[in-house]
């Protein structure tokens, strides 16, 4: 059983999808990954929710959770999230909210074997989470489209 986690920039465009269709696949089937933990901001955590559905109908041993940095504070918001299979991860309830999406971020990448990203340029989150990955020398996938 290996775990795999993502980082990728919020305004990932939708072309890639095939991709990442044919590498999650590839994860599941070559490599024994079965848990997916996903983050909930931005464009590219939304592509990939949306392949493990997918993929979770031909592969039913697959498990993905998405990866809450915080609780919902208001009931409206609680009320329009599915949180079926989220996890909100022990100790986060003592960071502070400016600081709890990199905590959260850097706790995925302890979990995991392998970090899937799309990155296409060198600032921002999901770049600084790509290289934190590879210092702790995890198996990094860069999808490129």
Not at 26 to 46: A, K, P, R, T
Request: proline letters at 5%.
């Amino acid at each position: 059983m290996s775990i795999c986690t993502f980082f990728g920039h919020k305004d990932c465009p939708d072309s890639v999808l095939p991709k990442l269709m044919v590498l999650l696949e590839d994860l599941i089937l070559n490599h024994c990954v079965n848990q997916f933990l996903v983050g909930n901001q931005g464009n590219f955590d939304f592509y990939v929710h949306t392949v493990l559905e997918k993929l979770s109908k031909a592969y039913p041993h697959i498990n993905c959770s998405v990866v809450l940095a915080y609780m919902p504070q208001k009931q409206k918001e609680f009320e329009s999230t599915n949180y079926f299979n989220t996890i909100l991860p022990e100790g986060i309830e003592n960071i502070p909210p400016r600081v709890a999406i990199s905590w959260r971020n850097k706790w995925m990448i302890i979990q995991a074997e392998y970090v899937v990203t799309y990155i296409n340029r060198s600032f921002g989150g999901a770049a600084q989470f790509a290289l934190l990955a590879k210092r702790k020398q995890k198996i990094c996938i860069n999808i490129e489209v």
